[in-house]
């Protein structure tokens, strides 16, 4: 019987079945929740049961059509949740990372978080799914940069969950549109190489950052809410070699976002 190891080396990925805390992944659907109702409720003035699944995620989609500028910034705000960065160092991930020979495991990039709907997107854009992509040309990272994925939701077909190329690993790094998150492989692939995946809540995709993969087609009205860990290896000859790259750029925005806030009177009030 092959190891986990053996395995995810021949395929580029392991799908591991009820592998992680169920409970901490509650915990982070829950807090991306919370923090979206607090958005939700200043700018379409519902008060929102997070749990209610439905009425929660067309407050979603209200939500994105009346302040988009605001849901793109609550988007973004869900990335910092301290639920999301506390699992992205769980022994527990980094003890797979370790059987899966990343000897010295670092983040690659921050832990991101998506909610995929067509609802949420532009003008019947495509930007809610990525295209065939593999991940190494956004992180250019170690040769054995390693990404972790799984959905906070039960995610089969229908949902959206994960398309996958097995094997697709060693075939090198592929021609692509763009090395950012929209276009992608431009070099000739077959449809039905993509193997589709699906989960329940508590799976996890384990993936070589050269595994070719895309994301499925969320026919539902319901959102697919994921989380992706990427991480790198330190003891990798040629990440050494190559001086450590960080091709993930974080810098602060140049320009004040609210003009002429905070007056000083505001703080003296905050701190009296
Ligand atoms: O979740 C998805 O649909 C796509 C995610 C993905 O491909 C990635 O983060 O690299």
Not at 218 to 227: A, G, H, L, M
């Amino acid at each position: 019987m092959a190891t986990l190891k053996e395995e995810f080396n021949q395929n580029g990925f392991l799908l591991l079945r009820n592998y992680l805390d169920k409970e901490a992944v509650a915990g982070i659907y829950r807090e991306a929740r919370e923090i979206f109702a607090v958005q939700i409720q200043r700018a379409t003035g519902r008060t929102v049961d997070i749990e209610d699944r439905d009425a929660f995620e067309n407050a979603m989609f209200d939500f994105f059509e009346k302040d988009f500028t605001a849901f793109v910034n609550t988007g973004k705000t869900v990335q910092h949740a301290i639920s999301l960065h506390r699992f992205a160092l769980d022994e527990k991930i980094i003890s797979l990372l370790k059987e899966v020979g990343i000897e010295k495991p670092v983040i690659g990039a921050r832990p991101a978080m998506q909610f995929n709907s067509r609802f949420l997107s532009k003008d019947g854009s495509k930007h809610w799914k990525l295209d065939a992509h593999q991940d190494w040309r956004t992180g250019q990272g170690s040769l054995d940069s390693t990404v972790i994925w799984f959905p906070m939701v039960d995610a089969a077909a229908e949902i959206g969950a994960l398309q996958v190329i097995p094997g697709s690993h060693t075939t090198g790094l592929l021609e692509s549109s763009t090395s950012g998150y929209q276009g992608g492989i431009t070099a000739a692939l077959r449809e039905d190489e993509f193997v589709q995946t699906e989960f329940q809540v508590g799976d996890v995709l384990i993936f070589s950052a050269f595994l070719v993969h895309q994301s499925g087609n969320n026919i539902t009205r319901n959102i697919r809410w994921s989380v992706q860990l990427r991480y790198n290896n330190l003891a990798e000859p040629t990440f050494i070699e190559r001086g450590y790259p960080m091709a993930y750029i974080y810098k602060p925005e140049s320009e004040l976002i609210t003009p002429g806030f905070p007056t000083a009177q505001q703080l003296r009030d905050l701190y009296a």
